[in-house]
């Protein structure tokens, strides 16, 4: 294998899919980049066995050929390589790569191609398909961001561990809970044609999907069995998908609300932060008080001092005096960008609702 390419445009692969590598494996290949060169393409890839992320780099072939090699070490040599020069790489003789840019030179260990798990391959399908979908990238980023900080990290309730993606009568709805707050947002999607499907897609396949998700340009789901290819042009993520049965999340949702307000969401966000610095390790929650036109948040903290805002809402019920996590609430406040947001409720004991226009719902536990 010999290889041309740039630092930069290295580098800005290297960090692509160095996140998939693993590091807590015992199989010492995980670690490791697999870097393949053919047909005039520089693919590099990584995997944990959980998802895989492979990218195309800009650069030439000179020589077709594949190897691995140690991500970190991969990717500390090429960060520190001098600046606008061009870096050579070639395989010399059996598990080594030589790395060269400017003046600087690396011999560098790696492992055989064949050693590196293969990963899942998807047909090639063309038009409309029941196993394709196609999503706006901007789109698809907005919804990630009102759901994703809602999903749960607890390892025993492993089907929670993700966001689920439910393909409906040309709709996409994403649902995310931990068990204590439950986000939802509905979009219309023209490209999903036929699709009906629900499938739970991990953590980390998420995280790394947002990471790449970009304001232009479409996204491409490929479904297959229990795993699912994305494709974001030069960049593919393959993941395995959660298997389980996801919980009945609309038995959540209040069927009626009793009283319903409308707030500013920038004025309750900041009120709820400024009021959320005197919660500590063992009084955490935020008192609300509500009565006509008006919203106090308090908190008082023994040994630690108190805390009040008021912020004008547009509020026509009785009183209210309800507690809840702050930390919750900045979650989804943080995310919304609608300039207000409609807060309903129908007493202490219950779930409170957050909706943002039409699409939107998020339900707090008191």
């Known amino acids: 294998m010999k290889i041309k390419t740039t630092k930069d445009d290295l580098?800005?692969?290297i960090q692509v899919v160095q996140n998939a590598v693993s590091s807590k494996s015992t199989l010492?290949?995980?670690?490791?980049?697999?870097?393949?060169?053919?047909?005039?393409?520089?693919?590099?890839?990584?995997?944990?066995?959980?998802?895989?992320?492979?990218?195309?780099?800009?650069?030439?072939?000179?020589?077709?050929?594949?190897?691995?090699?140690?991500?970190?070490?991969?990717?500390?040599?090429?960060?520190?390589?001098?600046?606008?020069?061009?870096?050579?790489?070639?395989?010399?003789?059996?598990?080594?790569?030589?790395?060269?840019?400017?003046?600087?030179?690396?011999?560098?260990?790696?492992?055989?191609?064949?050693?590196?798990?293969?990963?899942?391959?998807?047909?090639?399908?063309?038009?409309?398909?029941?196993?394709?979908?196609?999503?706006?990238?901007?789109?698809?980023?907005?919804?990630?961001?009102?759901?994703?900080?809602?999903?749960?990290?607890?390892e025993t309730r492993y089907v929670l561990n993700g966001i689920l993606f439910s393909f409906k009568d040309k709709t996409l709805k994403l649902v995310a809970t931990d068990g204590r707050r439950l986000a939802i947002v509905e979009k219309e999607?023209?490209?999903?044609?036929?699709?009906?499907?629900?499938?739970?897609?991990?953590?980390?396949?998420i995280q790394e999907l947002h990471r790449n998700l970009t304001e232009e340009g479409e996204i491409i789901f490929y479904f297959k069995e229990n795993q699912l290819q994305i494709n974001l042009g030069q960049i593919t993520i393959m993941s395995r998908l959660i298997e389980g049965e996801y919980p009945n999340y609309e038995q959540v949702i209040p069927k009626k609300i009793k009283d319903e307000l409308k707030i500013n969401t920038q004025e309750f966000l900041q009120a709820t932060r400024r009021a959320s610095i005197l919660t500590n390790q063992d009084s955490q929650s935020i008192k609300i008080n509500i009565t006509k036109d008006r919203m106090i948040i308090t908190k008082n903290t023994p040994d630690l001092g108190e805390a009040r805002e008021e912020v004008d809402v547009d509020y026509k019920g009785g009183e209210l005096a309800i507690g809840f996590n702050p930390a919750f609430l900045i979650d989804v406040l943080k995310n919304i960008i609608d300039e207000n947001v409609k807060f309903g409720f129908t007493d202490p004991e219950k779930p409170a609702v957050i909706k943002s226009g039409e699409d939107y719902t998020y339900i707090i536990l008191p």
Do not use: W, Y
Request: hydrophobic share 40%; net charge neutral; glycine share 6%.
């Open 28 to 154: 010492p290949i995980l670690s490791h980049i697999l870097i393949e060169a053919k047909k005039q393409e520089i693919k590099l890839t990584t995997t944990d066995l959980e998802i895989g992320v492979t990218i195309i780099v800009k650069g030439d072939v000179l020589e077709e050929g594949a190897i691995t090699v140690p991500a970190r070490k991969f990717s500390e040599i090429i960060k520190e390589l001098p600046p606008q020069n061009e870096v050579n790489i070639t395989i010399k003789k059996g598990q080594s790569i030589n790395i060269e840019c400017g003046k600087s030179f690396f011999r560098l260990m790696g492992l055989l191609k064949e050693d590196f798990p293969q990963l899942p391959e998807f047909p090639i399908i063309s038009g409309k398909s029941a196993d394709l979908v196609k999503i706006p990238q901007k789109l698809l980023n907005e919804m990630i961001k009102l759901t994703s900080f809602a999903m749960s990290h607890d």
């Open 11 to 13: 580098l800005k692969g």
């Open 189 to 205: 999607i023209q490209e999903i044609g036929n699709t009906k499907k629900d499938v739970i897609v991990p953590m980390k396949t």
